[in-house]
C-alpha cells in the first residue's frame, strides 16, 4: 500500500493519545466489543467511541457489527502499521497500566458482564 505524509501523520496522531494506546493494547490480545472497552476504561460509550473512530480513520483498527454489538480488532494494513502495532505489543503492553486493563478485562468477562 502506498502512504503518503498526511496518512502517515495521521497514524502518529492517532498513537499520541494515552487512551488510544490503552485500547490498542487491549485490542492486541484479540477483538472486543465496544461496552468492553467502555467497561475497562471506565468511559462513556460516546468517548470510546470517538477515540475508536480516530483508529479506524488512521486505519489502526477495523470494526464488524454484530447485531446491535461492534467489535473492534486491529488490522495491521500496511508495513508501517504491522511495525508499529508489533512495537506496541511488545512495550506498551507489558505497562502496569496495561496490565491493570488486561486484569479488569478478565474480571469483567469472567463475570460474565461481557456483551454479545
Do not use: N
Not at 483508529?55 to 457489527?65: I, K
Not at 480488532?73 to 508499529?84: E, M, V
Amino acid at each position: 500500500m502506498f502512504r503518503d505524509m498526511k496518512a502517515t501523520a495521521r497514524t502518529f496522531k492517532a498513537l499520541s493519545d494515552e487512551t488510544r494506546l490503552r485500547i490498542l493494547a487491549l485490542l492486541s490480545r484479540g477483538e472486543l466489543c465496544v461496552c468492553d472497552l467502555m467497561a475497562i476504561l471506565d468511559l462513556p460509550q460516546s468517548t470510546v467511541s470517538r477515540h475508536l473512530a480516530t483508529l479506524r480513520h488512521a486505519e489502526l483498527v477495523e470494526d464488524r457489527r454484530q447485531g446491535v454489538w461492534m467489535y473492534y480488532h486491529l488490522t495491521g494494513s500496511d508495513p508501517l502499521h504491522r511495525d508499529l502495532l508489533e512495537l506496541i505489543e511488545k512495550h506498551v503492553a507489558d505497562l502496569p497500566q496495561a496490565e491493570l486493563d488486561r486484569e479488569a478485562l478478565a474480571g469483567f468477562q469472567a463475570q460474565g458482564k461481557a456483551c454479545g
